[in-house]
């Protein structure tokens, strides 16, 4: 979406400066040296230094943050409010509540940060499988929650959706601060074919994403089981449960599943195309879920859980059907009935055809973010707050 979001802003004629670190420099902090970098993650000087820089010679309008986790650090918001440019970010992740960003531990829903406090993390080693890491990152926001950055120095949050706004609302952000846009999918899918809504029934159930635990592909497959006609099953994407989901489809005898591998995203939004209707089964709390209106926007419509972005995206019924998460049983039901009835299908599509028409365009994206870039600028022209150096230099973080 960062690539995206740069190329709607430049097709509209803006100048966009990009800053970026690779998270791969990671890799030559090893040994002692890991401590110097968890406390590059709290404050990095050199990035706050080459940052200030780069705003005194470009003096840009706003600056926008998609990442600053590992090797910017937070010190850039400190750089913009002494430059005095306004600050808008993207909240792709829960990562200012959960040091995992997903609010998923165990094969499951976890909020016991919020609840409890972020030293929880770091007994369960959420980031990563690694205390060390996970401490680095809860010690990140227990640092800058003390110094109020994100109150003091960000002017604007995006969020995605309507849920992501009550649950950083609920862990403490200024909800006039925090601002709803959603992803877009650009380039239309249909516009080669006049934006014509497809006629043809789709050859396959799909399911596209990356296949780790909290995606539960193994849900899926549970409820492959229980279908009582062989439907065939496309599922794209790779990642670490790969080979394990392919032996258990092999177990249950589950010839009718394909496992693609990862495809390039042209192959994928190819793949969406021609099936009846696509799957989203995770069981924690997708910010977004970009496949789906992916989907929306070929005119297929969409079986998810009934779980935070998702059930919010998908108008069950309208645009698709909601499942239990984790019930293979009643996803079943639904895709048993999805297949058996392929016309009301095709009426889901061209529902969710023209639920991308309204809310998911580049075309209906560009204004939004005008409007959110307007709002920061305006809230920093009109601040009379001084601007102050770091509440807590680099010398002095532990």
């Not at 200030?52 to 998609?66: G, I, N």
């Not at 306004?86 to 959960?98: A, G, K």
């Not at 940060?113 to 990152?137: E, F, I």
């Not at 919010?312 to 639904?334: M, S």
Request: overall charge positive; proline content about 5%.
């Amino acid at each position: 979406m960062f690539e995206q979001e740069r190329q709607l802003l430049e097709r509209a004629g803006h100048r966009v400066i990009i800053f970026d670190r690779s998270n791969r420099e990671v890799d030559a902090y090893r040994g002692v040296k890991r401590l110097i970098l968890a406390q590059k993650a709290i404050w990095n000087q050199e990035a706050h230094r080459s940052f200030s820089r780069m705003l005194r010679a470009e003096r840009p309008d706003v600056v926008h943050v998609h990442n600053f986790w590992v090797m910017i650090s937070p010190s850039i918001f400190s750089a913009c409010r002494e430059e005095g440019v306004p600050v808008v970010q993207t909240l792709h992740n829960y990562r200012l509540l959960c040091p995992a960003g997903t609010f998923f531990r165990s094969g499951r829903i976890c909020e016991e940060c919020p609840q409890h406090g972020l030293w929880r993390s770091v007994q369960h080693a959420c980031y990563r499988d690694s205390r060390a890491q996970t401490a680095a990152k809860a010690v990140m926001l227990a640092v800058h929650r003390y110094r109020q950055t994100w109150q003091r120095e960000v002017d604007g949050n995006i969020v995605l959706t309507e849920f992501a706004r009550k649950k950083f609302i609920d862990g403490g952000l200024a909800p006039e601060k925090i601002f709803i846009k959603p992803n877009f999918v650009y380039p239309d899918p249909l516009a080669g074919n006049g934006h014509a809504p497809r006629v043809e029934d789709g050859n396959y159930a799909l399911f596209a994403g990356r296949l780790s635990p909290e995606k539960r592909v193994s849900t899926l497959l549970n409820a492959w089981t229980r279908l009582p006609r062989r439907i065939p099953l496309v599922i794209i994407g790779g990642g670490q449960q790969r080979d394990e989901l392919e032996q258990e489809a092999i177990r249950e005898n589950l010839n009718t599943v394909v496992f693609k591998g990862t495809l390039t995203r042209e192959q994928t939004v190819a793949a969406i195309k021609r099936a009846r209707f696509l799957i989203f089964s995770s069981e924690w709390y997708e910010t977004f879920g970009l496949t789906m209106v992916e989907a929306f926007a070929s005119g297929v419509p969409v079986i998810c859980s009934r779980l935070g972005a998702m059930e919010e995206i998908v108008d069950d019924g309208r645009t698709g059907f909601h499942f239990t998460p984790g019930d293979g049983q009643d996803l079943a039901e639904k895709v048993d009935w999805a297949w058996r009835n392929p016309e009301r299908m095709r009426l889901m599509g061209e529902e969710a055809r023209r639920e991308y028409e309204s809310k998911y365009t580049a075309e209906k994206n560009y204004p939004r973010l005008m409007e959110i870039y307007q709002h920061a600028i305006a809230s920093v022209a009109s601040s009379s707050q001084p601007v102050t150096a770091p509440a807590i230099p680099v010398g002095e973080v532990k």
